[in-house]
Nanobody, 115 residues
Framework: QVQLLESGGGLVQAGGSLRLSCAASGSIGSRYVMGWYRQAPGNQREMVAVITSGGDTTYVASVKGRFTISRDIVKNTVALQMNSLQVEDTAVYYC?????????WGRGTQVTVSS
C-alpha cells in the first residue's frame, strides 16, 4: 500500500511560478513511475509529467520548457516546478505512483492561475 500526500497548490497570476510536492509513504520499491496529472472542470484527467525510478522524464507538449519534474530517491518525493504559468494550467493536480502492486493517487491540490 502506498499513500501519496500533495502540497504546494494555490493561486498565482499568469506568468508566475508554483512548486508542487508529493511525498510517498509505504513501500514503493526500486522500480516505479511517479508523476503528476491534472484535471480541469469539464475535461478529462491528463498526464502532465512523469518520472521513472531511472530518472527518465516525459512531459505533455503544452508544458515542455515551462515545467520540470524531479524526484528525491532518499525521501521518496517527487516535485513539479511550474514556471510561466498560464490560465490554461488551472486545474486540480494529482500525484500518481505506479508500482508492481498497483497504481495509487493522491487527493489532489488545486492550482489556479489568474489573468
Amino acid at each position: 500500500q502506498v499513500q501519496l500526500l500533495e502540497s504546494g497548490g494555490g493561486l498565482v497570476q499568469a506568468g508566475g511560478s508554483l512548486r508542487l510536492s508529493c511525498a510517498a509513504s509505504g513501500s514503493i520499491g526500486s522500480r516505479y513511475v511517479m508523476g503528476w496529472y491534472r484535471q480541469a472542470p469539464g475535461n478529462q484527467r491528463e498526464m502532465v509529467a512523469v518520472i521513472t525510478s531511472g530518472g527518465d522524464t516525459t512531459y505533455v507538449a503544452s508544458v515542455k520548457g515551462r515545467f520540470t519534474i524531479s524526484r528525491d530517491i532518499v525521501k521518496n518525493t517527487v516535485a513539479l516546478q511550474m514556471n510561466s504559468l498560464q490560465v490554461e494550467d488551472t486545474a486540480v493536480y494529482y500525484c500518481q505512483c505506479s508500482v508492481t502492486g498497483g497504481n495509487y493517487w493522491g487527493r489532489g491540490t488545486q492550482v489556479t492561475v489568474s489573468s
